[in-house]
């Protein structure tokens, strides 16, 4: 397998080396996180709360203290978007029961569906109070890491969200806990559509044009890591009938995405255990491929994707350009935006080009990027009493201190004008390499 380390402006004729610290290897194999803690395996459903732990935040360098932070964040946990992805498999069991092919734990699964998708109707993507409680914590840490940024006097946060409600209400719960904490901040809070062109991709452009270039190797994924044959036999006392009437691969990877998604709710119901951890980690692996395939530095697809990005990384510098006084600009959205915004920004090992994907999850794991709630947060900072000094950031993914890809000699402090350069340098080659087809 050939690594691409190296830092690249992707599916750019321009190609731009520079000597910075690479991301650190995974100590833990995929497989193996996974089997320690099975809610890894939801992918993009798994609860910001139930997170790998990590270090504790650097110290500001010396004679340096935080001033703005500049921020895009995701909606917390939600009900499952499509009435189907609950009563299919639902439907399924149900048909399995009339014609009497469950077995016990059959039955016990199809009861547990039937007692929750009640709690589905006309929720369909909404946020739910776990979703809602990950947005107070990420709130309050803020404060915590921060004072200095959210306890200033008249504080100025300027928090925006696209028209989703489940975003906007992710919003209004992160917001609260900034108001608490510090009730002379000036928040000001906006939803418009005017605002989708960088905090919501356009669905036209580079997502119209690089959506579909990786549903080959996707569905090739699919079938090579889906192995229904033990889950049927566990639902189903009969697999002629099973043979007959039942699409295996579909059913299980459809009550797979039920039983990640459970994590979503305050619910005793679960249904994870009903999986092998080979299993999760299975399911987990298609879903990896599916989601780098789509939205990350994917030869194989293209390697374009992260450019949607392009309006949103524009608009963080921008506004960083203006900022005079201690201040925070809060973003509100979706995982389509974070993924491949942390792959624009190359945040650790996300904007890595693998080409083998039986062995995309040594370098890139989903899990590790997308989490409901997850979020990128761009910490600034200056010298104290007016000295100055450069404008040093460090980068958060998930709250988590990241490698960015420019030189430093003081992780995980970066010059900004160095990064705000190499960004500046990324878009240019693309717009260039984009302007000449």
């Known amino acids: 397998m050939r690594q691409v380390f190296m830092i690249m402006a992707v599916g750019c004729a321009m190609t731009i080396q520079v000597q910075a610290q690479k991301a650190p290897v995974f100590e833990t194999s995929a497989k193996d996180e996974i089997a320690a803690n099975h809610y890894l395996a939801g992918s993009n459903y798994l609860d910001y709360d139930r997170q790998l732990t990590d270090k504790p935040l650097t110290p500001s360098p010396k004679g340096y203290e935080p001033y703005y932070m500049s921020h895009y964040g995701r909606h917390g946990s939600r009900w499952l978007i499509w009435n189907g992805e609950y009563s299919l498999p639902m439907n399924t069991l149900k048909e399995a029961r009339e014609a009497g092919k469950l077995t016990a734990t059959g039955e016990e699964t199809l009861k547990k569906l039937e007692a929750f998708y009640p709690t589905t109707v006309k929720r369909l993507g909404d946020l739910t109070t776990v979703g809602e409680r990950q947005h107070h914590g990420i709130g309050k840490r803020m404060v915590k890491n921060f004072p200095e940024i959210f306890k200033t006097k008249d504080l100025p946060i300027d928090a925006r969200s696209t028209v989703v409600t489940r975003c906007i209400l992710s919003m209004v719960a992160e917001c609260e806990e900034l108001a608490a904490a510090n009730p002379t901040a000036r928040i000001h809070n906006d939803v418009s559509e005017s605002l989708q062109y960088y905090l919501n991709q356009p669905w036209e452009g580079i997502v119209k044009e690089q959506g579909k270039t990786g549903d080959k190797e996707d569905n090739a994924y699919r079938q090579k890591y889906t192995h229904p044959e ?27 995405d039920v039983a990640a998604n459970m994590q979503s709710h305050d619910t005793d119901i679960e249904l994870l255990s009903l999986f092998t951890d080979e ?27 992260p ?40 945040l650790d090992n996300c904007g890595m080009a693998v080409e083998n994907l039986d062995e995309l999850d040594t370098y890139w794991r989903n899990y590790r990027i997308f989490p409901m709630g997850c979020n990128i947060q761009l910490v600034f900072y200056r010298q104290k009493k007016g000295g100055n000094g450069d404008v ?22 970066y010059k900004w004008q160095d990064l705000r350069q190499y ?7 693309f717009e260039k390499e984009a302007a000449s087809k």
């Not at 949607?308 to 201690?326: H, M």
């Not at 959205?333 to 915004?341: A, Q, S, T």
Request: proline share 3%; glycine share 4%.
């Open 279 to 305: 299993e999760l980690y299975d399911q987990w692996r298609i879903r990896n491929i599916g989601w780098y395939l789509d939205y990350g530095a994917s030869p194989v697809s293209g390697s374009k994707m």
């Open 392 to 413: 040093l950031v460090k980068a958060l993914l998930n709250e988590r201190e990241a490698y960015l890809p420019v030189s430093t000699d003081q992780w995980p402090y």
């Open 230 to 256: 033990r889950l049927m036999k566990v639902l189903f006392n009969d697999q002629e009938w099973v043979y007959d009437n039942v699409r295996a691969g579909d059913f299980m990877r459809r009550l797979f």
């Open 307 to 346: 450019f949607s990005q392009l309006n949103l990384l524009k608009n963080i510098i921008e506004t960083a350009d203006t900022v005079t006084q201690t201040q925070a600009t809060l973003r509100f959205g979706h995982e389509v935006c974070v993924m491949p915004l942390a792959c624009l920004l190359e």
């Open 423 to 429: 960004y500046l340098n990324k878009i240019a080659a």
